[in-house]
Each structure stands twice: as structure tokens, then as C-alpha cells.
């Protein structure tokens, strides 16, 4: 089994920016892809950012392209989501997530979640 544990959220102020990471308890030669999603209250859980296991591939939700950016470390055991021009909408529960075979990054078809991290924006 393997163990995600996501740190850095936190409350920022609209505009303002956070870096969330997550590290995987286990050896990265059982993970593949890797991604970051949230939820927020009322709403179903939605993907924000994935990247592939080289980190040649990325995705970016709509609504996040071009503010937030998704890296994968060396060790191919951590993952970051860096977050800039933060907005109140991106207020939610951020989940790490891992995948133990090779899918495709853009879905929610995860085998492994972190337990989440609160991001609170304020305006």
C-alpha cells in the first residue's frame, strides 16, 4: 500500500500564492502518473493538474491553466502544484493522488489519495 501526504496548504489572500506537495511513502517503482484534485464544499471532486511518470506529459484543468503548474521531483516520489494568482474559487480540500499502472493522466481513474489539504482564499 502505498501512503500520500500532501503539506503547504494553508489561507492566502486573492492574488497571493501557495505550493502544495506531496510525497509517496513508497518507492516511486510502483506509481506511474501522479496528480493533484480538489473539492470543494458542495461540489464533486474534480481534477486540477496530473503529470506523467517522466513528467513529459501534463494536464491542467480549464480553469487553472496558466496560474498553477504541476512538478514532479526527481525521485519520481514527490509531486508539487505550484499555485499563483490564487482566486476565492480556488478555495477547497486539495488531493494528491497516484496511479499504479500505466492510464491516462486526465481522469480520475487514481489508485492512491492522499488524505488532503485545506487551500482558503480570501477576497
Known amino acids: 500500500q502505498v501512503q500520500l501526504v500532501e503539506t503547504g496548504g494553508g489561507l492566502v489572500q486573492a492574488g497571493g500564492s501557495l505550493r502544495l506537495s506531496c510525497t509517496a511513502s513508497r518507492t516511486t517503482s510502483s506509481l506511474y502518473n501522479m496528480g493533484w484534485f480538489r473539492q470543494a464544499p458542495g461540489k464533486e471532486r474534480e481534477i486540477v493538474a496530473a503529470?506523467?511518470?517522466?513528467?513529459?506529459?501534463?494536464y491542467y484543468a480549464g480553469s487553472v491553466k496558466g496560474r498553477f503548474t504541476i512538478v514532479r521531483g526527481n525521485a519520481k516520489s514527490t509531486v508539487d502544484l505550484q499555485m499563483n494568482s490564487l482566486v476565492p474559487e480556488d478555495t477547497a480540500v486539495y488531493y494528491c493522488?497516484?496511479?499504479?499502472?500505466?492510464?491516462?493522466?486526465?481522469?480520475?481513474?487514481?489508485?492512491?489519495w492522499g488524505q488532503g489539504t485545506q487551500v482558503t482564499v480570501s477576497s
Open positions: 493522488a497516484a496511479q499504479s499502472t500505466a492510464k491516462p493522466i486526465a481522469t480520475m481513474t487514481y489508485d492512491y
Open positions: 503529470i506523467s511518470w517522466l513528467g513529459v506529459s501534463t
